[in-house]
């Protein structure tokens, strides 16, 4: 069984620099987007982790390449010379370029500066000659300049518009001296301005190369650097200039960097999506005027600005709206420009950028009389989803609360993040609120997994204040297990025919489905959703914000609930599956409060989850061989049975916690997390 490689990985450690690592993440999720997940990777992941089987692309940014060396020399190099070996694809910007050279040649000459030495990877079979230009100095922007790069066009033979040149922001990168004939080399852009260093006849700036099955683009310029994420430099002669070109050139720039991608064999998206800007969030309830009642609940952490109420969180400020109220004259104010400089700033300046979300007040509009009209939130029907929620509890009477008190935001950063970094308003929240997106530009993952949602996909999370006085008999490691089982029988009861729908569990908190577009005999599973649980304590209660996003009607970067389905069968509504999932988990929640994790809750996790009798390597137990043959009733913990080199139990057990371990299905690996 395959996995379809949907993740783009940008080194992020030793060595690399934030703005470069910035630059990088923002250019790849606007071109990249929705096809590949764009996510941050340090050294430890890349040396311990199984990230090769689902890696598109392995990006190393700008930064100091003698970093990158001293972290990943030896084991590292060996599995990403390997990994592009077997068809993978390395994209190298600046420092990331004369890494991946066989050979680096950095302002030889400069006792302060000067770096000489071969590489590991020598994906280019050459020198990496720099800097190109003289000037450059270390946490500096005094040697940045803007640069003209011609294009090899030939070189880009099915890869759409391809510019005559274009201008880069340029800060310290090499020239690719052309090695000799007969390597598997081509140049796909020059410098176009003389250089200070001997570049050869070429002065090669940007180069492609061949390596084994798969490939690598090593830059010299940053292609990849977007003026709006340039700040002005008042110190450095000539940097406003300098931004002035680099954004004259955006869309010649970006079309030369969606040609590279294409070379390595990625999609890239047809239109260069920016990151949209943050919505207003509805707040509503079935019974409408209940939700003064929850309101009235903020008065002790509320403050008033202006005549105007606010909740100052532990990280987000929340403006409460009154719908009726909304277009106050304080608010008109406050979103009028207060300088001619400012009113010229256009809407792309402002949505383009990378933003600290913190910094954005969230605005909440409050829904007391009526829920919100399709106008206002045209891609999430209220009237719908409070419709779907009476339906649902037709089916499980037990579900009687959850999901009254709804919010709602079109764009938000992460459901999860709002909520469980907002201690002071979390505290104040009901089990069973809901808060639901359409869009997500900082969704949460795992770790330090962050991308964006696109539309289509369900994401929400919920608030369960769990007891503590319970939580040693009913421990909370369990509540990730009941939403998996809620989120699997949402779907299959959905409607008639939904219930043969194949989609299973795997440990501790995926959702996955067979791979429609699979022509294999045997069933390939693509992942299709997740499940993440964050906790704080306040007042005698665990506060679980349970986080879930699941892939519903959107087709990529992978697949989607509705293309599981035969054709004579509706696809699904965001708005009643969010319905149906919530009224599910208070039933299971319930259920567990009052008996624990039960026979039948086992059962029904096991009905569903890929690793029955699944035989996987422990890596932290020295590679031992071991069957899955479970989870542990008392603490949710996963079994495994040592098996000898003949595959039979020798009658050792290992249990296995969720927090410490991964599982990559795809290897058959449990592996300790970093």
């Known amino acids: 069984m395959a996995s379809r490689k949907l993740n783009v990985l940008v080194y992020t450690g030793s060595g690399s620099t934030v703005e470069s690592v910035k630059h990088a993440l923002f250019s790849l999720r606007r071109l990249l987007s929705p096809n590949y997940a764009v996510i941050p990777v340090t050294e430890a992941a890349i040396l311990k982790e199984p990230w090769t089987s689902t890696c598109a692309l392995l990006v190393f940014p700008g930064g100091a390449d003698l970093g990158y060396c001293k972290v990943l020399n030896g084991p590292g190099n060996s599995i990403i010379k390997q990994y592009v070996r077997a068809g993978g694809a390395y994209l190298g910007f600046c420092a990331g370029g004369y890494y991946g050279s066989k050979k680096c040649e950095f302002e030889v000459g400069d006792k302060h500066l000067e770096v000489v030495g071969s590489r590991e990877l020598a994906f280019y079979p050459g020198t990496a000659r720099g800097g190109a230009f003289k000037g450059f100095r270390y946490q500096s922007e005094s040697g940045a300049r803007a640069v003209r790069i011609l294009t090899n066009k030939h070189a880009f033979k099915s890869a759409g518009a391809v510019p005559d040149e274009f201008t880069s922001y340029y800060n310290g990168g090499s020239v690719f001296v052309t090695p000799a004939e007969g390597t598997d080399v081509e140049v796909l852009a020059t410098y176009g301005d003389d250089i200070d260093v001997d570049g050869g006849e070429s002065k090669a700036a940007v180069v492609y190369c061949k390596v084994g099955l798969g490939s690598a683009v090593l830059t010299g310029p940053h292609p990849e650097f977007s003026a709006v994420n340039l700040s002005p430099q008042h110190s450095v002669p000539g940097y406003n200039e300098l931004i002035a070109a680099v954004r004259a050139s955006d869309q010649t720039r970006t079309d030369f960097l969606k040609a590279c991608l ?11 999506s920016n990151t ?35 909740i100052k ?10 719908h009726h109220t909304r277009w106050s004259v304080n608010g008109l104010k406050h979103a009028l420009p207060t300088t001619a400089e400012s009113a010229t ?39 719908a989803y409070y419709a779907g929620l009476r339906d649902a509890r037709k089916k499980d009477i037990r579900g009687e609360n959850w999901g009254d008190h709804l ?34 530009v900082a969704a949460r993952g795992r770790g330090s997994n962050v991308w964006i949602a696109p539309p289509g996909s369900l994401l929400f999370s919920v608030v369960i204040n769990h007891p503590a006085q319970i939580a040693a008999t009913r421990p909370i490691v369990f509540i990730q297990y009941l939403s998996a089982i809620a989120v699997i029988q949402a779907i299959k009861s959905y409607g008639k025919g939904y219930e043969t729908l194949p989609v299973k569990l795997k440990w501790p908190n995926d959702i996955y489905a067979a791979d429609p577009r699979s022509t294999s005999a045997t069933p390939s599973y693509v992942k299709i959703g997740g499940i993440l649980a964050n906790c704080a ?22 697949t989607s609930l509705d293309a599981l389905l035969p054709k004579h069968l509706p696809p699904f509504s965001v708005e009643r599956l969010l319905a149906r999932l919530v009224t599910r988990m208070e039933v299971l929640y319930r259920d567990f409060v009052q008996q624990g994790f039960t026979r039948d809750m086992e059962g029904a996790y096991y009905d569903s989850w890929l690793h029955g009798n699944q035989v996987v390597t422990l890596e932290q137990e020295a590679g031992a061989r071991a069957k899955i043959v479970g989870i542990t009733r008392d603490w949710g913990m996963l079994m495994a049975q040592e098996l000898d080199r003949a595959d039979k139990p020798t009658g050792k057990m290992w249990a296995l916690q969720s927090d410490e371990n991964s599982f990559d299905f795809f290897k058959g690996l449990v592996k300790r997390k970093i």
Do not use: R
């Not at 294409?262 to 260069?272: C, I, M, N, P, R």
């Not at 003064?292 to 109420?309: A, H, N």
């Not at 969180?313 to 009154?322: A, R």
């Not at 938000?412 to 089990?431: A, R």
């Open 313 to 322: 969180g532990e990280q987000d400020t929340f403006h409460l709206e009154k």
């Open 262 to 272: 294409t070379k390595l064999g990625l999609e890239v998206s047809q239109s260069t």
């Open 345 to 383: 700033e256009t809407t792309a300046d402002i949505e383009v950028g990378t933003i600290d979300y913190s910094t954005i007040i969230k605005n909440v509009v409050i829904h007391d009389e009526a829920w919100p009209e399709p106008k206002e939130t045209p891609y999430f029907n209220h009237a």
């Open 537 to 558: 304590y306040s007042s005698g209660n665990y506060q679980v914000v349970l986080g879930i996003g699941l892939n519903t009607t959107n087709g990529k970067p992978t």
């Open 407 to 440: 919010l709602y935001g079109e764009v938000v950063t992460s459901t999860n993040t709002l909520l469980e970094k907002n201690h002071s308003l979390l505290s104040k929240l009901p089990s069973g609120f809901t808060f639901t997106a359409t869009t997500s």
């Open 276 to 310: 949209p800007s943050l919505s207003k969030l509805h707040l509503s309830c079935i019974n409408s005027p209940d939700v003064d009642d929850l309101v009235c609940t903020f008065d002790d952490i509320m403050s008033k600005e202006d005549g105007e109420d606010f």
